[in-house]
């Protein structure tokens, strides 16, 4: 067990996977209990929560769990009470959940955007309305939200309402981290790039290559470092800037991506 987060209380959104193997929030809930946190593990799913809370408890680490919709006022209100009975202060939120939409604005419905906002940003803002005041009042925090390089980059089909969702997560992390920064609050994005985890083998990514061994195929091909990366990639960039290494780091998009974002094709 590392010592690197050592007695943090650190808030996971989407701590589960939407599939068999690693998602980001699964990984990332995992690798800061090794690094010695204390992790409220919440997510909408509860076998997914169930899970990694047996993972982390079977590895030695603690861990509380809860079933929530962070896209829900009164949901995202009664896991963060939840958190603070269970361990009476929170030092680290970090923002994971997301789903992704394939389709421009005349495939998606519009509940189907409006969907997609609320998970992927909204979610962002009720989790900071309710945690940033104990944050505050305990002097700092960090606070890590998930983007991903389709806010910067085509992912090489249109994905619009999730581009644009991931844009806005940027720009949310640079204002908490531009109005925070006084009350000691840290607020920094990561950018994965294309990434194998369970989300990607899910229909309405493999339906855009046709199949999963061609989008692995394809998705490998475009890597620089020659193959996606996976979910500790982005859980290991989310230890550290949730750990004091990172102490003077707030505002950055830090891209995990293996390189792609560096070239043209
Ligand atoms: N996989 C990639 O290639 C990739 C690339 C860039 C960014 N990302 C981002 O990483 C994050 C996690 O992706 P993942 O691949 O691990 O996905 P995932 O679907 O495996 O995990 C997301 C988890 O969020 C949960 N969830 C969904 N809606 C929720 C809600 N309303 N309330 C609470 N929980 C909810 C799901 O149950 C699931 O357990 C997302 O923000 C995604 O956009 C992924």
Redesign the pocket.
Known sequence: MGERLKDKVVFV???????PGW????AAAVQFAREGAKVFA????AD?VAEVADIIRGEGGTVESIV????NSASVEAAVNACMDAFGRIDVLHN?????DPGGPEDLTEAQWDRLMN??VK?MYLTCRFILPIMAEQGGGSIIN?????STHSLGYSCIS?SAS?GAVNAFTRDIALNYGRKGIRCNSI??????????HMGNVTDVYGSTEEMVRQRDALIPLGKMGD?FD?AHAAVFLASDEAKHITGIELVVDGGITLKVK
């Not at 919440?42 to 799913?45: E, G, K, R, T, Y």
């Not at 929530?68 to 896209?71: R, S, V």
């Not at 994971?96 to 992704?100: D, E, L, S």
């Not at 998930?146 to 389709?150: E, G, K, Q, T, Y």
Request: overall charge neutral.
């Open positions: 959104t989407g701590a589960g996977s939407i599939g998602g980001n929030g699964k919440s997510d909408i799913n997914a929530c919709d962070a896209a994971n959940v997301g789903i992704i998970i992927n979610s998930i983007s991903s390089i389709a999730y991931k950018l994965p790039g294309l990434m194998n985890t369970p989300l990607i979910a982005v």
